[in-house]
């Protein structure tokens, strides 16, 4: 019996992959198999402009692929901040950390810069794609994936494909009526969303609300409630409860194989994690109480580990 033949012809190729986000910008080399062999990060010049953004960007690939001497970087997969239109390549819309944002052509840019073929989607959609396909999902056939952070996105993974909506905006999971939000006024302009109660900036904003003083985050939310402050406490589970009613309904309206929540407000813990899956139970309609709910595997890698999964299907 011969040796297997190794190392097939591409064993030296990697793509590339960016999560650009109104903070930072991280920028990475990803194998086939979804393993990270590099990465760099730098702050997102948001206030500058897209040019300046698209230049830092391009400047971070550039240095990874100086230092990967011998390996041969195939093309580029985007994970942005903002709804970001994957058939033209184009920003929609964006928030305001990102100023001038929508409308850039963030595939024809940055292929401009890097001549490198480019792929992109949003950034919650890379994340879930993340673990999806090389994460704590990989192998199920659709995914729910839910980010809990500064805002409140979600993604829903079927087979190969994310679903996109016809306007690319599907998984606005925060921008649905949540009966715990009341009338709180949301960042997109309704009232009574999850996001306006169970984002970071909500859940602190209700515990100011109700210990009648202001905290300046989320993390002070926590320490506090970890220090056995009973508001905060109260505060930390009614965010599970909020979010894990609305998976819950989410579940009964996708019935997906596994869901999996992510974002820094899962950084809360287990009272956060155990009231939400406590929701989503009394939520659930009977056939679908099996469904998991888990954790996300690949922390803050996944989002260009699901960029560079969409590198590799682009045609060069
Ligand atoms: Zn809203």
Redesign the pocket.
């Known amino acids: 019996m011969s040796e297997p033949r190794t190392p097939p012809a591409d064993a030296d190729e990697v793509v590339a992959a960016l999560d650009i986000g109104g903070t930072k910008t991280t920028a990475a080399l990803v194998t086939r198999r979804g393993e990270v062999v590099d990465r760099a990060t730098a702050a997102t010049p948001g206030r500058a402009g897209p040019t300046a953004v698209l230049d830092t960007a391009a400047g971070l690939v550039d240095r990874l692929r100086a230092r990967a001497t011998g390996t041969r970087v195939r093309a580029l997969g985007v994970g942005s901040a903002g709804v970001v239109d994957s058939r033209t390549g184009r920003v929609l819309s964006a928030t305001d950390a990102l100023a001038g944002w929508a409308g850039t052509d963030l595939r024809g840019g940055l292929r401009g810069l890097l001549g490198l073929p480019v792929a992109v989607v949003n950034d919650v959609h890379a994340h879930a794609l993340g673990e999806a396909r090389h994460g704590v999902a990989a192998g199920h056939a659709t995914v729910l994936f839910v980010a809990v952070g500064t805002g409140i996105g979600a993604s829903f993974v079927v087979g190969d494909a994310v679903l996109a909506g016809a306007h690319s905006a599907a998984g606005h999971a925060?921008?649905q009526p949540s009966p715990y939000a009341g009338s709180l006024p949301?960042?997109?302009?309704?009232r009574g969303?999850l996001?306006?109660l169970a984002s970071g900036p909500g859940l602190a904003a209700e515990y100011a609300r109700r210990a009648g003083r202001p905290v300046d985050d989320l993390r002070a939310v926590a320490a506090l409630a970890e220090g056995g402050d009973e508001v905060a406490g109260e505060v930390v589970r009614l965010g599970g409860t909020a979010v894990g009613s609305a998976v819950g309904g989410l579940v009964n309206v996708l019935d997906p194989h596994v869901v999996v929540v992510g974002g820094g407000v899962t950084g809360l813990g287990e009272p956060w994690w155990r009231a939400l899956r406590e929701a989503v139970r009394g939520e659930v309609l009977p056939g679908l109480a099996a469904v998991p709910v888990l954790a996300p595997a690949l922390g803050a890698d996944a989002p260009v580990v699901g960029a560079a999964s969409l590198a590799w299907e682009v045609r060069s």
């Open positions: 925060g921008h949301c960042p997109c302009g309704r969303h996001e306006a």
